[in-house]
């Protein structure tokens, strides 16, 4: 509330004297009229509304502000001019002391930061001085005469020059006169540098396959490789490195090609890749080709980002033969493309072959795991199991991205077993809420990744990597895991040797067990044929090989599986029966290594969370962000 005096007419200007005299005025300002000064100065440190409520208070007592019969305030006397306007001033005044009090605060912040970059920039330079007193430590002094082809130049200073050439890290007296690091070839003679040849020619793009001798560029095509090892320098780590082709992850990285005479002679990788999206082969029955695909979409169908005005291509095959094209990209608006009327979320590239089209899904990582779940675990399950098969899907995954298999097509991995199944199929709201409530989580041991196997069923205890006649990595151990929830737990198979002709060996006439291990998996297994006969080590090879002469599968619950290509598992005892019928009692449906879904319900049921599920099957392993673990390796 404006509390300053309005100008006084009639009856209000007589009662209080207006206007006073120029002594009255100059006597009043301090101690007369306003004789409360010194009261209202207290009121200084108060909120703004309480010290105007007080002041009013004040005036009103003095008889110096009145209220009409509105109950509005005016003042009775003009005891203060709009220069002097008590309100105005003291808030002068109190604005003047903040700022007074601030300016020395205001400096120590000031001089705080000024010394906190001092110390940051002394910190860098000390240790880019340490850094590079290492990398000169950690040189080989160059002893040959020769031109080191495609190195790559780190540093180039002090009269030295420091490069890596075929995964060596060498020095030699002499530098370039400008300042410069990158791939050029050096011509050594007495261990010093005679010549460097500069190598700028260079193009970007993400690397879509390779093989053959060529790379497939985005935006470039085809670009001829000068050889199938190219160097590739790393340069996001604290220092440049040399890595191999087979450590780049396809149709995830931006790079720079470096050329010479129009093919690539090495390669920079001078951002982290970008690991939102995985690019799956879709397998058609086990063969990389379809004879014929048809593509269809709910809205039109973009071909290399254009919309080709039609929600249908009846044939794709056609299509790339009319628009002469070996490859194409096909998409749509609403990010779903469904081949032989099988939808699949992300966009589809389309690769002619020999033997038919060839069809990669590029798909983001959440999404995909979102689509494995439901394929790999009953929706039923308790949330606790999904969200750890959901981290161990997803480990899984970004573990398989450095995956060369599927190279040629530009390919991480495919959609079948091998891998991990991945149906053009529904998603489930269980499956998603457990994908999302563990989104970007992934299983880590001593910071880098792991390999996060799992199965189906175990027959009373887990296995190691000596089922698969391989070496076993720290994070796997054997643990028990009584699985009887599961109708795969304990099973038997009937075997007629007769079925099944072997276009090598011909027909059957006995079967042994030759090894198991402690946990009773068969590491060893021989089927003999009349003079000839074969031995399987492999828990993989062992199951498809009895496959072949399986009738029927009768499970724990009395249910029973018929046309099966595998035993359930390589868990297994073997009686002979006449007239070749064999019976194999076995349990545990899969491999037997990791992390077992009916196992991790039963312990999710028992009240476990999905972190110790993860923690029982793996040894020694934690729970992270995939950017953690990015960073670190």
């Given at each position: 509330m404006d509390v300053r005096p309005s100008l006084c007419s009639g009856r209000q200007k007589a009662d209080c004297g207006y206007p006073p005299s120029k002594s009255a005025r100059s006597l009043n300002y301090r101690t007369g009229i306003l004789g409360?000064?010194?009261?209202?100065i207290m009121y200084k440190r108060t909120p703004d509304a309480q010290k105007i409520y007080e002041i009013q208070k004040i005036l009103k007592h003095k008889g110096f502000l009145s209220t009409d019969d509105k109950g509005s305030c005016f003042c009775s006397s003009h005891f203060l001019s709009s220069n002097h306007y008590l309100g105005v001033k003291e808030n002068k005044n109190l604005a003047n002391r903040r700022r007074r009090r601030q300016k020395p605060n205001q400096m120590v912040w000031i001089m705080l930061a000024i010394t906190m970059v001092c110390v940051v920039i002394v910190f860098a330079i000390v240790m880019a001085q340490k850094e590079k007193?290492?990398?000169?430590?950690?040189?080989?002094?160059?002893?040959?005469?020769?031109?080191?082809?495609?190195?790559?130049?780190?540093?180039?200073?002090?009269?030295r020059l420091i490069f890596i050439c075929d995964g060596e890290l060498y020095r030699a007296k002499g530098t370039m006169e400008e300042s410069f690091t990158g791939v050029c070839d050096i011509e050594i003679s007495g261990s010093k540098v005679k010549k460097i040849q500069i190598k700028p020619d260079d193009i970007s793009g993400v690397m879509l396959s390779y093989g053959n001798g060529t790379m497939q560029i985005a935006g470039?095509?085809?670009?001829?490789?000068?050889?199938?090892?190219?160097?590739?320098?790393?340069?996001?780590?604290?220092?440049?490195?040399?890595?191999a082709v087979s450590d780049l992850i396809i149709g995830s990285e931006t790079l720079s090609y470096i050329l010479d005479s129009g093919r690539i002679c090495a390669i920079v990788r001078r951002q982290v890749p970008d690991l939102t999206y995985i690019r799956v082969l879709i397998k058609n029955d086990g063969k990389d080709a379809f004879p014929t695909i048809a593509a269809a979409a709910a809205a039109n169908i973009y071909v290399d980002d254009a919309d080709c005005g039609s929600n249908a291509?009846?044939?794709?095959?056609?299509?790339?033969?009319?628009?002469?094209?070996?490859?194409?990209?096909?998409?749509?608006?609403?990010?779903?493309?469904s081949i032989n009327g099988k939808s699949y979320p992300g966009s589809f590239e389309f690769i002619g072959t020999d033997a038919g089209i060839v069809a990669v899904n590029t798909v983001d990582v959440e999404t995909y795991v979102r689509y494995v779940l439901p394929s790999e675990m009953p929706s039923t399950f308790d949330a606790e199991a999904l969200k750890a098969q959901a981290v161990c899907a997803r480990t899984f995954v970004y573990s398989q991205m450095k995956n060369t298999q599927y190279a040629l097509y530009g390919a991480n991995i495919d959609n079948t077993t091998a891998f991990q199944v991945y149906n053009a199929s529904e998603t489930k709201q269980s499956t998603d809420e457990a994908v999302k409530a563990t989104a970007g989580q992934?299983?880590?041991?001593?910071?880098?990744?792991?390999?996060?196997?799992?199965?189906?069923?175990?027959?009373?205890?887990?296995?190691?990597?000596?089922?698969?006649?391989s070496s076993t990595p720290d994070f796997i151990h054997k643990v028990e895991s009584v699985d009887d929830n599961s109708p795969y737990y304990r099973w038997t198979s009937e075997l007629d040797l007769s079925a099944y002709n072997d276009p090598q060996y011909g027909t059957a006439t006995g079967i042994s067990v030759d090894k198991t291990s402690d946990a009773g998996y068969v590491l060893s297994l021989t089927i003999n044929y009349g003079n000839k006969s074969q031995t399987f080590t492999a828990e993989n090879d062992?199951?498809?090989?009895?496959?072949?002469?399986?009738?029927?599968?009768t499970l724990n619950d009395g249910s029973v599986r018929e046309n099966m290509s595998m035993i359930p598992s390589a868990c297994f005892s073997v009686s002979a029966g006449a007239n070749g019928h064999y019976t194999l009692s076995g349990g545990g449906f899969g491999h037997g290594i990791g992390?077992?879904?009916?196992?991790?319900?039963?312990?999710?049921k028992?009240?476990?969370?999905?972190?110790?599920?993860?923690?029982?099957?793996?040894?020694?392993?934690?729970?992270?962000?995939?950017?953690?673990?990015?960073?670190?390796?």
């Open positions: 409360s000064y010194k009261r209202i007193g290492a990398l000169v430590k950690q040189a080989r002094a160059v002893t040959k005469d020769m031109v080191y082809e495609n190195a790559y130049i780190v540093s180039n200073d002090d009269g470039q095509g085809d670009i001829p490789m000068q050889s199938d090892k190219l160097p590739v320098y790393d340069e996001t780590g604290t220092s440049p490195k040399e890595i291509i009846d044939d794709v095959g056609a299509y790339m033969a009319n628009v002469q094209k070996s490859k194409i990209k096909v998409s749509s608006a609403d990010n779903y493309v992934v299983v880590s041991c001593g910071g880098s990744l792991i390999t996060c196997y799992y199965f189906s069923t175990s027959a009373g205890k887990t296995e190691d990597m000596e089922v698969w006649s062992i199951r498809k090989s009895l496959g072949h002469y399986q009738k029927k599968v992390f077992s879904q009916y196992g991790a319900d039963k312990l999710a028992a009240g476990s969370s999905y972190k110790d599920i993860i923690g029982y099957y793996y040894k020694d392993v934690t729970v992270v962000d995939i950017s953690s673990v990015r960073s670190e390796q």
